[in-house]
C-alpha cells in the first residue's frame, strides 16, 4: 500500500513563501509516548511539509488539536505542551515513574474525594487537561479549511467506535460513526478518557472512554475524508506507530496491565493496516472487471455476463467503482526501548522522546529518498 510517489503531491503557500507539501497525520494514542509524536512532526514540518488533514487517538488527539490550534509554528506549540507535562522525579525509583503515578502537570491531579472511594470508576482528575484545552485556539481547530481534525472515541455503551470531528454535517459520511458535532473540548477529553485512570466522558447523555480502546489508529476516517480521487492519489499519509509489539516480562501489576494494552494496540494496528490493504486489492480487481465489461454489449444473451452486467446496476457496485485508496501510506515504526512505559512522563524522559521521535522520522524520510531514487535509477 505504500508508494514512494509523493513527489506529485498537493503543495501550498504563503504569498512570498516556499510551497509546502500537504500530508496527512495519524497519531496513535500513548500516553506520555506522544512525546514521539510531536518530535516526529518537528521532522515533518522541517522538511517543508504541514498538516491538511489529521486523525488521533487519546494522546494522538491532543496532539492532533494542538497541531490545528497552532498559530506560527505548529511543532513549537506540541513540544512546549510535552515539556510542559514533564514531572520532575521526586525521589530515586523504588516504583517506577512514582511522580507521575500521582499527578501529571497540566494533565491530571489525585482524586481527594476518598469518601466516595468505594463508588470510584476512575482514578484521576483530569480538570487540568480540561484547562489545557481550552487554552487552544477553538476557532481555528474547528476551521476545516485549515484543518481536517477527527479524534476516535470509543461508546461506553455499546462498544462502538466513533469520530468526532471538525466538519460540518453536510459533509461527513452518512455513517452513525461520524455524529455530528460542535467540536469542542469535551470531545477530546472522550477521546483520551483511559478506563480506570480518567472518567469517562458524557456528551449529550452517551457516556465514552478513551478512543485507544476501539479504534488507537484512526486510519479509517482519514481515507474516507479526503477531498477527491486527486487528493487520494497524491496525499502521503503518516502513520507514527509509537505502540511496539515486543517487550519484556512484567514485574508487577502495573507493569501487567501496560504491556496488555500495548499488545493490544499493535495487534489492532497490523489488523488495520492488513485489511486496509486487502480492500485495496479487492477494489483494484474489481475495477479492472469493470474495465473489460464496458466491451461487452449491453443485452448479452442470457449466462454469466448477463449476470455481471445486472451487478453492475446495483448501488454496491457503483460505491466500488468510487473508492479511491490512498496511495501513499507510510506507516512509521518508532523504535523505543522495549517495555518503555506510557506511564513515565519525567522530564529527560520527554526530551529524549521529543529528540528521538525528530530523528527517527528524519531518518525514515531519508531512506524514503533513497527508495525514490533507487526506482528512478533503476
Not at 33 to 48: F, H, K, M
Amino acid at each position: 500500500m505504500t508508494s514512494a510517489g509523493t513527489a506529485a503531491s498537493r503543495k501550498s503557500g504563503s504569498a512570498g513563501g516556499p510551497d509546502k507539501e500537504k500530508i496527512g497525520l495519524v497519531l496513535q494514542g500513548g500516553g506520555a509516548l506522544g512525546a514521539y509524536e510531536a518530535g516526529a512532526v518537528r521532522c515533518l514540518y522541517d522538511r517543508g511539509m504541514e498538516c491538511t488533514i489529521v486523525a488521533g487517538a487519546s494522546s494522538g488527539a491532543l496532539n492532533a488539536v494542538t497541531l490545528a490550534a497552532a498559530k506560527a509554528n505548529p511543532p513549537d506549540a506540541l513540544e512546549a505542551m510535552w515539556k510542559g507535562f514533564g514531572t520532575p522525579e521526586l525521589v530515586p525509583h523504588p516504583i517506577e515513574h512514582l511522580s507521575s503515578l500521582v499527578a501529571v502537570p497540566h494533565m491530571y491531579g489525585p482524586r481527594l474525594d476518598y469518601w466516595r472511594l468505594p463508588a470510584w470508576t476512575s482514578l484521576a482528575d483530569n480538570t487540568p487537561l480540561r484547562e489545557t484545552l481550552e487554552r487552544l485556539d477553538w476557532d481555528q481547530v474547528r476551521d476545516p479549511d485549515h484543518m481536517r481534525v477527527f479524534v476516535s472515541a470509543s461508546d461506553l455503551d455499546t462498544g462502538e467506535t466513533v469520530y468526532f470531528s471538525n466538519l460540518p454535517p453536510d459533509k461527513l459520511p452518512k455513517e452513525p460513526e461520524y455524529p455530528p458535532v460542535r467540536f469542542g473540548v469535551e470531545h477530546v477529553l472522550a477521546s483520551g478518557s483511559f478506563p480506570g485512570g480518567f472518567p469517562w466522558t458524557e456528551i449529550e447523555g452517551k457516556r465514552y472512554w478513551d478512543g485507544g480502546v476501539t479504534d488507537n489508529t484512526p486510519l479509517h476516517p482519514v481515507i474516507d475524508n479526503l477531498k477527491d480521487a486527486a487528493e487520494a492519489e497524491t496525499l502521503p499519509v503518516y502513520v507514527i506507530d509509537v505502540n511496539t509489539g515486543a517487550g519484556p516480562r512484567p514485574a508487577n501489576l502495573l507493569q501487567v496491565q501496560l504491556r496488555f494494552f500495548e499488545m493490544l494496540l499493535q495487534n489492532n494496528l497490523k489488523t488495520d493496516t492488513h485489511r486496509a490493504e486487502s480492500y485495496t486489492r479487492f477494489i483494484g480487481l474489481l475495477k479492472r472487471v469493470d474495465e473489460i465489461m464496458r466491451t461487452v454489449p449491453e443485452n448479452p444473451p442470457p449466462g454469466a455476463l448477463a449476470d455481471l452486467l445486472a451487478l453492475k446496476s446495483q448501488p454496491d457496485w457503483g460505491k466500488a467503482m468510487t473508492y479511491d485508496p490512498v496511495r501513499n501510506v507510510h506507516v512509521v515504526d518508532i523504535k523505543k526501548p522495549a517495555g518503555e512505559s506510557p506511564a513515565d512522563f519525567d522530564s529527560e524522559t520527554i526530551e529524549h522522546r521529543l529528540r528521538a521521535g525528530y530523528e527517527q522520522m528524519c531518518e525514515y524520510l531519508g531512506n524514503l529518498q533513497q527508495q525514490i531514487l533507487g526506482s528512478h535509477t533503476g
